[in-house]
């Protein structure tokens, strides 16, 4: 269903571009002005995973976010921006018994650097009271950095060097530990709308698609506890299988995760931007 979204958000995406090319020409006599304009996302951010399969806006996580943007007409813009969240997962909130019984829990500070195309459904520029408001969809890539971590006994373990599912090890000889830092691809919608000559206010909601199963550090089966204490220590062992029942040993080989869906995570909320100039370039081009 989101491999769907995100198709048809990309198409609408290049077909309202070629629309807005030929039919947003104004008369040669008219004056283009872009604009320029900076600002700060305040929000949350969450995520979903085999720790929260569903529930979008679940164990939802403060968020922050600097951000460019250029405006090139009242329909399109381009931003580069970065933003700073967390996410986090744990297997005893859920409804679900097999969850609840895998006991797991992660949290994971994410580091994000985008770059984002945004087309204006209508048209909109801060500080004109006549194009003051606008839903827009947004796509593009971003590079993402995130770390798991696992809470046990009141201490905090950075997952990935324990290799909790083999990865790096003659338990999983084939698969290397899995990247900390991560190509995802950014899309979502929002709407825009001014505040003040110079103030605009926007909200948003973002997906982003990533290309790992392990946000969470959960993916692919349990792997010999014992193995995994004389590879990688105790503390791996440990943290590899924290389920409730007490025939841990037997799960090597079960499923702790699903390698067939990645994880994905969010960033949403209000973004207030400020225009800091606005450039008359020629005549015969879209807008004002």
Request: with cysteine; aromatic share 14%.
């Amino acid at each position: 269903m989101l491999k769907r979204f995100l198709f048809i958000c990309l198409i609408i995406l290049l077909v309202l571009s070629s629309n807005a090319k030929d039919k947003g020409k104004p008369e040669k006599s008219r004056p283009v002005r872009f604009s320029n304009d900076v600002g700060l996302l305040i929000g949350g951010a969450y995520y979903l995973g085999e720790l929260n399969p569903s529930k979008h806006f679940y164990m939802m996580q403060p968020a922050l976010g600097l951000f460019y943007r250029y405006n090139q007409n009242y329909r399109f813009s381009y931003l580069v921006g970065m933003n700073f969240g967390s996410i986090m997962g744990d297997d005893s909130q859920s409804d679900d018994i097999d969850q609840l019984n895998r006991n797991l829990n992660f949290k994971s500070k994410l580091k994000e650097l985008h770059a984002l195309a945004e087309f204006n459904f209508w048209d909109y520029r801060i500080g004109n009271n006549k194009k003051n408001f606008a839903p827009f969809l947004f796509a593009g890539i971003a590079l993402l950095h995130h770390n798991p971590v696992a809470v046990y006994k009141g201490n905090e373990f950075d997952l990935q060097p324990l290799s909790t599912e083999g990865q790096g090890t003659p338990l999983d000889g084939k698969q290397k530990p899995y990247k900390l830092t991560q190509i995802t691809l950014p899309f979502g919608i929002g709407a825009k709308l001014n505040l003040s000559h110079n103030v605009g206010l926007s909200f948003e909601w973002g997906m982003r698609k990533t290309f790992t199963d392990y946000l969470d550090d959960v993916s692919k089966q349990y792997v010999n506890r014992n193995l995994l204490a004389a590879f990688k220590g105790n503390t791996a062992a440990v943290l590899s299988d924290r389920s409730l029942d007490t025939d841990a040993l037997n799960h090597t080989g079960a499923q702790r995760g699903n390698p067939g869906i990645k994880d994905w995570y969010n960033f949403f909320g209000f973004k207030i931007s400020v225009q800091i100039n606005r450039v008359k370039k020629c005549s015969g081009a879209y807008g004002t």
